[in-house]
């Protein structure tokens, strides 16, 4: 289906392409009283589509971003200087074949004129892609409203009374205190833990304190380390000043769920948040080693942050994975 969308595409491109060069030439032959050459036109245009699909395919997808800007500008003169190479070339030797005469202008001349054809069709190639890449944005954020409206909905049709959920937990609790502390320790983690799943308090823009994320996370080990008892040791460190930021739901608690379910619980644990205040960038890193013996994650979680990042922060975060058979390591930038 992909293939037969690409193909379709391109054909419409290519017929719009060749009924764009003949129209022009129409207007050649018209304001020229037949003095225009139809190869003349299929070169010209030629080199109009590579100069318009080099930036609107190419260079602009890949650096018209905070992250690579400074490689635009360089890409851009280059494909200037192979445009103008290709155009005197087929000026001086090509046209020569069907006409008359070489290009009557200098090469001065010649890059005079070609620099204002190469800047109408860069400028094309800018407008197609920032239009084509804000459809694609819309229409993802669009999807994704969908899909977190639907996933509210399903949480929505399970969710438990949570009064009643509470008071039966504190009823837990009460009667463990009588005979294992550590076990109503448990039940309050417990009890923390579905708080947060239940009453996570989001702002207008959907996303919640760090440091409730943080209290989150650390509740969950917890629970894990009493049910198990064989929680290796967690190099866990924080830094920066974290109290007032805000991130999307789930950020930390979607990586350490995987690590608690695919990693090697027995090894060593390393977490580390860390916000830069000069730069305004948050890093999170989470690492762990595989279980040997625990099948592979599905990474449907991860994919669902990582839309949920690109939702919230667009082209202003980052989300990395690294792994091996033995390793798993997880960076998440975000730039306030």
């Known amino acids: 289906m992909v293939y037969k969308n690409s193909l379709k595409s391109a054909c419409m491109h290519f017929i719009l392409w060749v009924l764009y060069s003949l129209m022009n030439y129409g207007i050649n032959l018209i304001a020229y009283h037949g003095d225009a050459y139809i190869g003349d036109t299929a070169v010209k245009y030629s080199i109009a589509a590579l100069i318009f699909y080099s930036c609107s395919l190419f260079i602009f997808p890949k650096f ?9 500008l360089p890409f851009m003169l280059i494909l200037l200087v192979i445009s103008f190479i290709g155009r005197e070339l087929c000026s001086n030797y090509l046209y020569p074949l069907w006409m008359t005469d070489k290009s009557p202008y200098t090469h001065g001349e010649s890059f ?12 094309w190639g800018w407008v197609y892609w920032y239009a084509k890449e804000n459809i694609r944005k819309k229409w993802e954020t669009t999807k994704l409203e969908k899909e977190i409206i639907l996933s509210d909905f399903n949480a929505l049709k399970a969710q438990v009374d949570p009064h009643f959920l ?3 937990l504190n009823y837990f609790y009460s009667k463990a205190l009588d005979v294992s502390e550590p076990l109503a320790d448990a039940i309050v983690d417990l009890s923390d833990v579905m708080r947060y799943s239940i ?5 207008e823009n959907g996303q919640v304190l760090l440091i409730d994320e943080i209290y989150n996370i650390e509740k969950l080990l917890s629970l894990f ?15 920066g000043n974290l109290d007032k930021l805000r ?3 789930y950020i930390l608690t979607i990586p350490i769920e995987n690590v608690l379910k695919h990693g090697d619980t027995t090894q060593e644990i390393i977490i580390d948040i860390d916000y830069d205040q000069l730069s305004s960038s948050l890093l999170i890193y989470i ?8 099948a592979s994650s599905t990474g449907i979680g991860l994919e669902n942050l990582k839309k949920r990042l690109h939702y919230h922060y667009g082209d202003k975060q980052k989300l990395t994975v690294n792994e091996d058979a033995q390793f ?5 930038e975000i730039m306030y």
Do not use: C
Request: glycine content about 2%.
């Open 287 to 294: 690492a762990n080693s595989k279980n040997v013996k625990e």
């Open 328 to 332: 798993f390591e997880i960076t998440i």
């Open 225 to 239: 380390n009493y049910r198990f008892n064989d929680l290796g040791q967690v190099i866990y460190s924080k830094s």
């Open 247 to 249: 991130v999307p739901p």
């Open 112 to 123: 005079i004129m070609h620099l204002w054809w190469y800047s109408q069709y860069s400028i």
């Open 199 to 203: 009453e996570k308090k989001e702002d």
């Open 166 to 168: 509470y008071n039966t």
């Open 64 to 72: 018209f971003n905070y992250s690579r800007w400074y490689l635009l």
